[in-house]
C-alpha cells in the first residue's frame, strides 16, 4: 500500500475536543524569554546533560527549585542542563516527594 493510499483514510483533527495539554497559554516554556534563555545557556555551557554528560540528544532546561516550590521562572542560577533521561528521573522523583507531602482527606 503506498502513503499516497493510506493517507486519504487519516480523519483531521477534531479541533472539538482536541486540548492543548496541561501548558497553560501563560506557561513560562511557551514563553520567548524562556526559549532565548535556554538557548544562551546551551550556548555558554554546551549541549550536554549537566548531570551524566551525555550528548547528542535532546537537553532540555530544568528548574533546581520547581516553580511550583517558588523557584525563580527565569533564573540562569535555577536553571540545569539536563537529558531527557536524567530530565524524567529527577521530575519523577519530584512529584513522588510532593505527592507524599501533600495531605490527603
Not at 21 to 30: A, E, N, Q, T
Request: net charge positive.
Amino acid at each position: 500500500m503506498s502513503l499516497l493510499t493510506s493517507c486519504a483514510k487519516v480523519r483531521p483533527l477534531d479541533v472539538a475536543i482536541a486540548s492543548l495539554g496541561s501548558k497553560s497559554p501563560d506557561c513560562v516554556y511557551l514563553k520567548r524569554e524562556w526559549r532565548s534563555l535556554i538557548s544562551c545557556l546551551l550556548a555558554q555551557r554546551g549541549r550536554r546533560c549537566e548531570v551524566c554528560g551525555r550528548t547528542g540528544c535532546r537537553i532540555f532546561g530544568d528548574h533546581i527549585h520547581e516553580l511550583k516550590d517558588g523557584g525563580a521562572p527565569l533564573d540562569p542560577g535555577n536553571i540545569r542542563l539536563l537529558c531527557g533521561s536524567c530530565h524524567s528521573t529527577k521530575t519523577a522523583r519530584v512529584r513522588a516527594i510532593r505527592t507524599r507531602e501533600t495531605p490527603t482527606r
